[in-house]
């Protein structure tokens, strides 16, 4: 009798033919792959690139790191930078620990924006995520101190502009100051969503909300509002802007 | 009379000497830099390399990428790439097209765990995030459907093991299945929290939570878990695993 192993789950199918959809994970016969009958082959070395963070596997690091270029001197064995964790350890964890745990955590950067009598605003924001589908429904979290957080509690509207891996700019004009007391759209080019509030028009994609009244969440110091996703597009195919690469270039651009 | 700008916000300050304090984003006077009486140059061309989106500033192309090696006619110009939405277009978006801007969000991959009567349990989720500092908040949106929805509705309590980038493994083993049919942490090395819940030992970051009760909200097929966090740590440095990332490179792996 054949094997056949699912390339997706693992899941091991013995029959002549693999089977027309993996019992598992659902996938097609196109997703199995024959088992020999051998032992399988140990498994490769896995080989760090210190650099940029690219994984060789072989017996031996390669000449030269495919992605950035630098030489095999750079490569560490994976088991060696990965640690792990013991019992131990996990009972000292504590509120400092934690939070650089936090940290660890990925994250988008978007430009949250709202309108309110003709006035236009808009701030940097990192928690914009789906929470459905169907219905498209996402949250976005909003300290209460900001004038964006005052606009969208009163008009229920908003629009999300996500950033492309450039857009350095467009962090900066939105973030590190107030629309109390600067107008961040002055020099901005935007158009307006379908709700009224702006969207840049040089983002990579954006998403328009509309709060569920009851469906705002007091989380402490912020909201979690929830909304209905009411429009939204691709723009173009730019690299989207994370959180983690601004932080790691923002000194350079 | 010398201008001064800040480095991080634009705000530009009059004077012999560069402020103490910027008044907009408040860092200190090393963030600012003198402003020449000429003209400020003319912006460089940016060039964005199709490959692996890295931008080049300048009046040509470089020779070649330092970062992935490819020569310079794999270059093009960044605003060649970059559309312009306009205020037509936003006017045709639809549920399809706001589904594709909904995928332009970023995220990175979880293994959200919890314990019941001494059953272990484990789901792969991307919404992950903080909400506040202090008091340290996070939440994490789950399928009703869920085992781990099902444990953690019960016992309030629950792990995030944050995954390493080469993790892919760990997706495979903790997604595409249901604890109910298997137990996914069969072959797993793992160390239980303080609150009792299994955290995986080669995990990059882990954090624990404690459910706020008044804090669960229906969002409709999933609920939105807000939570104290309890404890947490960074057990190495390696580089996180993003969806992104783990979507563009689970056919090679």
């Given at each position: 009798m054949k094997k056949w192993r699912c390339?997706?789950?693992g899941y091991i199918h013995e029959g002549e033919q693999p089977p027309?959809?993996?019992?598992?994970?659902?996938?097609?016969?196109?997703e199995f792959e024959l088992v020999d009958?051998?032992?399988?082959?140990a498994k490769p070395k896995r080989w760090k690139?210190?650099?940029?963070?690219y994984i060789h596997e072989g017996d031996e690091p390669p000449?030269?790191?495919?992605?950035?270029?630098?030489?095999?001197?750079?490569?560490?064995l994976l088991e060696d930078v990965v640690q792990q964790l013991t019992a131990a350890s996990v009972?000292?964890?504590t509120e400092g620990t934690s939070r650089a745990a936090l940290d660890k955590i990925s994250y988008g950067l978007y430009v949250v924006s709202s309108i309110k009598a003709g006035k236009l605003n808009g701030q940097i924001s990192n928690t914009v995520f789906q929470l459905t589908d169907p219905p498209l429904r996402i949250a976005v979290c909003l300290n209460k101190k900001n004038l964006t957080h005052e606009y969208i509690s009163e008009t229920g509207c908003f629009t999300v502009s996500v950033l492309g891996q450039e857009q350095f700019d467009m962090v900066r004009n939105f973030g590190y100051r107030s629309g109390r007391t600067a107008?961040?759209?002055?020099?901005v080019p935007y158009v307006a969503g379908k709700n009224g509030c702006p969207i840049l028009c040089n983002c990579m994609a954006y998403l328009e909300g509309r709060v569920i009244?009851?469906?705002?969440?007091?989380v402490g110091t912020h909201h979690l509002f929830v909304a209905d996703v009411t429009g939204g597009m691709v723009v173009d195919e730019r690299a989207a802007l994370t959180y983690e690469y601004f932080r790691s270039n923002k000194q350079k651009k």
């Open positions: 390339k997706v789950c027309d959809v993996c019992p598992v994970c659902g996938v097609g016969p196109e009958s051998a032992p399988a082959p690139c210190t650099v940029c963070d000449e030269v790191c495919p992605v950035c270029g630098v030489g095999r001197e750079m490569f560490v009972q000292n964890s107008d961040k759209f002055a020099d009244p009851d469906k705002v969440l007091d």
